[in-house]
């Protein structure tokens, strides 16, 4: 079960830099069969993999959560990844 300290923990971490201690401890968290707080452990692990410049992986995560919960902060930086990654993709095509 995902409890508030593994979140505490996890959130921790990414304000450490610690990002892969990070993405190890959240996906675990995000493999539990809990729902409880599991669209808080896919936010942070996007947070986590948008940190490590993966931007597949941070968007997958964010999308997960929010299946979980459409009122997510993920929505937002779901939203902002895809923009950057259009802005960088036309930019490629201009060079």
Known sequence: ????????????????????????????????????????????LGNAYRRGNNWKDAINNYTRAIELNPDSPAVALRKNCIEILNFYNTDMYNH
């Open 1 to 44: 079960m995902i409890n508030t300290e593994d979140i505490e923990t996890s959130r921790a971490l990414l304000e450490q830099g610690r990002i892969e201690d990070a993405i190890k401890k959240l996906e675990e968290l995000t493999n539990d069969e809990s729902d409880e707080l599991k669209d808080v452990a896919y936010y942070l």
